[in-house]
């Protein structure tokens, strides 16, 4: 029988215990720590925490994508491919990402097709030396059976639909011909063109202004919610959060370290790194006078090795003793509320450093 999720859909995407490390000449990076959840069809999760915190190589990994150095070495990464259905999404085949070849046929045909990625930077995601139009027709002819002309005619269709102007003579302009805010929706329509079932958007407006951004954001719930897509948005505004979001992972170190529907997260974060998140942004009814709580210290330095709780050298609520001496587990605290924290469970594990 099919998992079900809490909003009775099957997850596209489950991961479990993933770990992503990379290795240097400095030493060992472990990006990725142990990561698990789930995310059910038609949901937008997103993924928040400083930079440097594995968020991006979440996505890369799942995408089989990640550069080297860096290997996926324990964990799974299941895909449900599936097709939508009048009541959700029926799943047809559950692939297990990480048995994959990285660039062998199948993971190429599942990434552009039913995988997509919206990239921060269009400049450098977007090829300057083809047309709008070309560059969506080509994703489109390479995982569909089409002609070239069919593709150019759903290319236009795709970049009338992201809300671009005049779409027909639109697609027949290169990249640095569009302004900025062009340029990432002619982002969204490649990553769309095929209509993927999951959709990684790796903090997609963070180089545009606030009135671009709040348009872009717009467009992606709609598309989200005409096209049936689960999103995993990458960001690290909370703000942006709040408007996109159903439910939150705060990552830390290479790993998520509380996990809570959207209000939750907001009202009664209880890991100290999301309460401290959480102060460090202005809130509606601050005033100017009011200042902001930075976060103690600085995300350490990717090589370095602590030992237990990896946020405990920037706790204010540190147990001497406790929380320096194991991982603190995942303990489940009611109604898919997880977090990681010695102040809510005695479960931890002494992690081998070597
Ligand atoms: Fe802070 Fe200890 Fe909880 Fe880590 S385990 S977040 S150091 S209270």
Request: charged share 20%; net charge negative; aromatic share 6%.
């Amino acid at each position: 029988m099919e998992a079900k999720t809490a909003n009775g859909q099957p997850p596209v995407l489950s991961i479990n215990n993933l770990k992503t490390y990379f290795f240097t000449d400095l030493g060992v990076s472990r990006a990725l720590n142990g990561v698990s959840f789930d995310v059910p069809y038609g949901r937008v999760m997103g993924l928040v925490g400083e930079s440097g915190c594995g968020k991006s190589v979440t996505s890369l990994s799942v995408m089989r994508l990640v550069p080297k150095p860096g290997r996926i070495v324990e964990g799974s990464i299941i895909f449900n491919r599936g097709e939508r259905t009048k009541d959700g999404y029926k799943v047809i085949e559950s692939v297990e990402m990480t048995e994959l070849e990285a660039n062998g046929p199948k993971a190429r045909s599942i990434r552009g097709a039913e995988m997509g990625m919206i990239f921060q930077e269009p400049m450098t995601s977007l090829n300057p030396s083809y047309t709008v139009g070309n560059q969506v027709a080509e994703t489109i002819i390479l995982h569909q059976d089409v002609n070239r002309r069919e593709a150019m005619d759903r290319a236009v269709d795709i970049v009338g639909r992201v809300g671009l102007p005049n779409p027909a003579d639109l697609v027949k302009r290169y990249p640095h011909e569009l302004s900025g805010g062009m340029r990432q929706r002619a982002m969204v329509a490649l990553a769309l063109s095929c209509r993927p079932a999951l959709l990684f958007a790796d903090e997609p407006t963070t180089a545009l202004d606030v009135t671009t951004e709040a348009q872009i954001l717009d467009l992606m719930r709609e598309l989200q919610g005409e096209m049936g897509m689960t999103i995993v948005f990458i960001t690290h505004n909370l703000g942006v959060v709040a408007q996109m979001c159903d439910t939150v992972g705060v990552m830390y170190l290479g790993r998520i370290v509380e996990m809570a529907d959207v209000e939750t997260l907001f009202y009664d974060p209880k890991h100290p790194y999301t309460a401290a998140l959480l102060r460090s942004i202005p809130h509606v009814g601050s005033t100017t006078k009011e200042r902001l709580a930075p976060i103690r210290g600085v995300v350490p330095d990717p090589y370095a090795t602590i030992n237990g709780c990896p946020f405990h050298p920037r706790c204010d609520s540190f147990m001497p003793g406790v929380c320096d001496a194991a991982v603190p587990a995942e303990t489940n605290i009611g109604d898919g509320h997880m977090v990681r924290c010695l102040l809510y469970s005695d479960k931890g594990e002494v992690e081998d450093n070597g």
